[in-house]
């Protein structure tokens, strides 16, 4: 028996698409926008489309896409060319005739991913120069801390202590 705010709560988690049909125009709509030399990651895609967490249906969408949709500027997360064979060196090809920077078998993604929502692009690229440039300050000398002691020091101290 099921309990039913189970199947609630599970609602609420991942929303319930109207439609096949639509879900998969909305995948398809998010790929069109990508540009040139650019790439997303499946889970981008279906973020962009309202509904994260459905990166396995933007495969799908990709499957029976069509010709009219650029199936090569959608990698896996990382960067990555899920594809295997012949299908990832025709999306590797196509890629690198169109600019993108490939490093193995990842794109370079610093480069090269497309953000769908430019506001948080920004906040993201303000928040990684403040990080990632800034070096921190040297730590001043502390004004107790031990001196190097030489043998002859050593041996000083211990006769000034058997005394």
């Not at 489309?49 to 090569?72: D, K, N």
């Not at 025709?90 to 993604?109: K, N």
Request: aromatic share 8%; charged share 30%.
């Amino acid at each position: 028996m099921r309990d039913s705010t189970s199947a609630t709560h599970c609602r609420t988690l991942f929303p319930v698409p109207p439609k096949k049909d639509n879900l998969f125009k909305l995948f398809l709509a998010q790929i069109r926008r990508i540009p040139r030399g650019k790439v997303a990651t499946y889970g981008d895609i279906a973020y962009a489309a309202g509904y994260p967490g459905y990166a396995r249906q933007v495969a799908w969408a990709l499957h029976g896409g069509g010709s009219s949709v650029p199936w090569q500027r959608v990698v896996g997360s990382g960067g990555k060319i899920l594809l295997t064979g012949e299908h990832g060196f025709e999306q590797r090809f196509r890629l690198e005739a169109e600019g993108v920077r490939l490093i193995g078998l990842r794109v370079d993604m610093k480069l090269h991913h497309h953000l769908f929502f430019k506001k948080r692009a920004s906040k993201l690229k303000k928040k990684a120069t403040r990080f990632s440039l800034t070096k921190k300050p040297a730590k001043p000398a502390a004004k107790n801390a031990k001196k190097k002691t030489t043998p002859k020091r050593r041996v000083a101290a211990k006769q000034s202590r058997r005394k």
